[in-house]
């Protein structure tokens, strides 16, 4: 089946260090990738997606760009915010159906001023 | 983008009693909905597919009886946990989608069985 699999957390960074959250993922033919991010006490919001091999998904200053030769899907981030503290989640779905998704365990960001 | 939005967004009953949680697209309809359970510091579990006018679809290990789940309109899903212990405790998700690759999240529901 389907597997997502997620740095370690937690992370912890100095304002405007440079962010790097590993990804890598197991799955049948052609998924789709999705980086999703969760603030405290809500639900998950999406932050950037590729749904095929070589696309480049960026938002906020966040990108991540998606590797079939290593099967890979790590977010970046040049420089981060303490704005940025959150959970983020690595996921994938078949891409016939977003909504069975395959989510990572979620990696832990707290960014400190 | 779309909104959905989830009702009550925190909830707190005696065991056994049984609790509803609302699930609505705001500006979309959504023939599918999905329902995600979220421990502490732990990632999702889909529990069930929501369908509009059908039953709903369990993943496995999830006990239908126990998870009650209604899609009686194109924009209203409902999750009722029914005789709700505190092991029931968690924070509920439900999503929808737009298309094959995009998903909307609810705020979330935490439910507290004392």
């Known amino acids: 089946g389907n597997s997502v699999t997620q740095m370690e957390g937690p992370v912890t960074l100095s304002e405007e260090a440079f962010l790097t959250i590993n990804c890598t993922y197991t799955?049948?033919?052609?998924?789709?990738l999705f980086w999703y991010v969760q603030y405290p006490g809500e639900g998950l919001q999406l932050l950037l997606k590729?749904?095929?091999?070589?696309d480049k998904g960026s938002n906020k200053g966040f990108e991540a760009t998606y590797r079939k030769e290593t099967t890979s899907f790590h977010l970046e981030k040049g420089s981060v915010q303490v704005s940025d503290s959150a959970v983020y989640f690595c996921?994938?779905?078949?891409?016939?159906?977003?909504?069975?998704?395959?989510f990572g365990d979620g990696t832990t960001l707290t960014v400190k001023p | 983008g779309a909104v959905v939005s989830q009702h009550p967004s925190r909830v707190i009953c005696k065991s056994g009693t049984s609790v509803k949680i609302e699930c609505r697209s705001l500006?979309?309809?959504?023939?599918?909905m999905f329902w995600y359970r979220q421990f502490p510091k732990q990632s999702l579990m889909l529990m069930a597919t929501?369908?509009?006018?059908?039953?709903?679809?369990?993943e496995q290990g999830v006990e239908k009886d126990k998870f009650l789940i209604n899609h009686a309109s194109l924009t209203l899903s409902t999750l009722t946990v029914t005789s709700a212990h505190p092991e029931d405790s968690s924070f509920y998700i439900c999503?929808?989608?737009?298309?094959?690759?995009?998903?909307?999240f609810g705020p979330g529901t935490r439910l507290t069985v004392l």
């Open positions: 999503s929808a989608t737009l298309g094959p690759d995009t998903q909307y």
């Open positions: 590729a749904t095929k091999a070589d």
């Open positions: 500006d979309f309809q959504a023939t599918t």
């Open positions: 799955a049948t033919g052609y998924p789709s």
């Open positions: 996921a994938l779905s078949d891409g016939t159906n977003a909504g069975k998704s395959t």
């Open positions: 929501s369908n509009e006018g059908s039953k709903a679809t369990y």
